[in-house]
C-alpha cells in the first residue's frame, strides 16, 4: 500500500510539474519548438555543432535596439543551440553571424522535406 501511494504522489506531482513547465514556457520557445515540431522531450541538436540543444537563441538580440515594436520571437530570429554555442554567440559577433547563416539554411532545408 506504501508503495503505491508513494507512486501515486509521485505521478500527480510529475503531471502538476510538467503542467507547470508547460505554462511557464516562454514564446520564443513555444516558437521553436512548434515550428520543428519538436516536443519538450525530443532530443533538439544545436543547430551549430549538432550536440543537444538547451537554449532557443534570439539571433538579432531583443535588447540591441532598432525598431522597439519589431517582433523578435519569429522562427527566423531564433536558433536552438547547446550551452557553449548560445555563450559564443551571445558574445562574438562573428560567431552569432554564422549561426544566422546556418540557422537560415536549416529552416529552407526543413520547409522543401516537410
Not at 519548438?33 to 519538450?40: C, D, H, P, T
Not at 532530443?43 to 531583443?62: G, K, L
Not at 520571437?73 to 543551440?81: F, K, R, S, T, W
Not at 550551452?83 to 546556418?102: G, L, S, Y
Request: hydrophobic residues 35%; positive net charge; glycine residues 6%.
Amino acid at each position: 500500500m506504501k508503495s503505491f501511494l508513494v507512486s501515486y504522489v509521485i505521478a500527480i506531482y510529475t503531471k502538476h510539474f510538467v503542467g507547470v513547465i508547460k505554462k511557464q514556457m516562454k514564446k520564443h520557445t513555444k516558437i521553436y519548438l512548434n515550428f520543428f515540431k519538436y516536443g519538450e522531450q525530443d532530443f533538439i541538436p544545436c543547430e551549430y555543432c549538432n550536440s543537444r540543444a538547451v537554449d532557443v537563441h534570439h539571433i538579432d538580440n531583443r535588447g540591441m535596439g532598432g525598431d522597439p515594436k519589431a517582433n523578435k520571437d519569429v522562427i527566423e530570429n531564433l536558433a536552438g543551440l547547446c550551452r557553449d554555442c548560445h555563450n559564443k554567440a551571445e558574445h562574438i559577433p562573428q560567431f552569432n553571424h554564422r549561426v544566422k547563416q546556418i540557422h537560415l539554411k536549416f529552416i529552407e532545408l526543413w520547409k522543401q522535406n516537410h
